[in-house]
Structures are given as C-alpha cells and as structure tokens.
C-alpha cells in the first residue's frame, strides 16, 4: 500500500470525545488527504495538506481539524465527536496531482 | 459540491462480457482518472487521461473523456470475476492540488 499506515484500524468512540487519526507515510510525498466514505457519497475531500504546517480545508471539514508537523505525518482530530462523523476514513497521498496511494482506512464509529 | 457522478451505481455482468461505466463531473479539469477499491481496501489507481486527450488504453481497460460534456467512461473488456469492485472516477480542480471523487459504481463479475 505505497507505504502507507493508517492508525487506528477500528474505533469505537463515544459522542463528544475527542479522536484522532492519525497518518503516517514513508513515501516522503508532498501532499497528504484526509476523505472520509459514506454509502451514497463516495468519497469526499475533509482537508489536505500540502507542505508541512501548510494545510486547507475540503468539501467537508466542518467538525474536523488537522495538523502536519513533519512530512510524514497527516493527524485529523475530532474535537467532540457526533454520529454523524461515523464513517470509514482514508488518508491518501501524492507526489503531483497526478496518482494518489491509499491507505487501508479506518472504521470509526461513534456511539 | 465538485464531486462527480457514476453512472450506473451498479453493475452486474457474466464474465467475459464487457462492463461500461461514465462518469460526469463539475468543473475543469487538469486530468481524470478512475481508481478500483476491492471491498474493505483503499482505493488504488488505474489510469489517468489528461484533459487534452481523448482516449487511453491500459491493458484491458479503455478510458475516454469529453471535456465539452464534462463526461468521462471507463471500458473493462473480457471481464473477469477479479474484476468485481467498485470503480470511482477522480478530477483535480484546476485552481488546486485536490482530488475530487465521484460517488463509485459496483461491478459485480458473475464467474
């Protein structure tokens, strides 16, 4: 999977706790993605980075915060968690716009 | 929202028959591309067909794209029973380094 880990695998959260996922890339690639998957949506874009501390918000960041603070890690935090926010979420990166890798995503679920 | 349509959202085939799925998107685009996910596995990339092309082959698989539609296909020929997954198609945003994704159609490759 292009040297891509994804952690945690599966997560059971309860609502309004905090929860982060985290990201980590052994690729050295530039840019970085949060999506999360929901039947009937596909995949949508909940923020990017693209340089270390340099991210922007996507289609759907509203509840969701990130931070990169070196290259090889991409944190996407839920301050307080909803059921709305369960989904499975993928981290993708790229070096050019060109072909993004995936990671194996993580399951959340919020009770 | 800049997220694309596929159409159909489901496919059910006999293998060796050839599965067509299209994809309809927003904006302008740099380039398009359609990924596969095999269930419970991140997406991974097939090919990608620039915006000033018009069709591309990639072994059993041909793409073709009409910018003036906004319309993309994605041809599998001779399918096969591996070949059952869902099938997204991806476009950058002109202005960005974002990929946008479309809502995916499920193959199913009767063996």
């Known amino acids: 999977d292009a040297g891509i880990t994804q952690s945690p695998r599966h997560k059971v959260t309860e609502t309004g706790t905090p929860v982060t996922l985290r990201c980590h890339q052994t690729e050295n690639h530039r840019y970085m993605y949060w999506y999360r998957q929901d039947p009937g949506h596909g995949l949508r874009l909940i923020h990017y980075s693209y340089g270390v501390k340099d991210t922007d918000k996507g289609e759907v960041s509203d509840g969701y915060s990130v931070s990169r603070s070196k290259t090889e890690d991409f944190l996407l935090t839920l301050e307080s968690a909803t059921s709305s926010q369960t989904s499975v979420y993928f981290c993708?990166?790229?070096?050019?716009?060109?072909?993004?890798?995936f990671g194996q995503g993580t399951r959340l679920t919020v009770v | 929202s800049q997220q694309g349509e596929e159409d159909p959202q489901a496919l059910s085939i006999q293998e060796g028959e050839n599965a067509t799925m299209n994809c309809s998107y927003k904006?302008?685009?740099?380039?398009l591309q359609w990924y596969r996910q095999n269930s419970g596995r991140g997406l991974v990339h097939l090919i990608l067909i620039r915006s000033n092309e018009r069709e591309k082959h990639s072994g059993r698989l041909r793409v073709t794209l009409d910018t003036s539609k906004k319309s993309s296909s994605l041809l599998i020929t001779a399918s096969r029973a591996a070949d059952t997954a869902s099938y997204f198609c991806?476009?950058?945003?002109?202005?960005?380094?974002?990929?946008?994704f479309g809502t995916g159609t499920s193959l199913t490759v009767i063996p």
């Open positions: 993708a990166i790229s070096e050019s716009i060109a072909e993004a890798f």
């Open positions: 904006t302008s685009i740099n380039n």
């Open positions: 991806a476009t950058d945003a002109v202005s960005g380094n974002q990929f946008y």
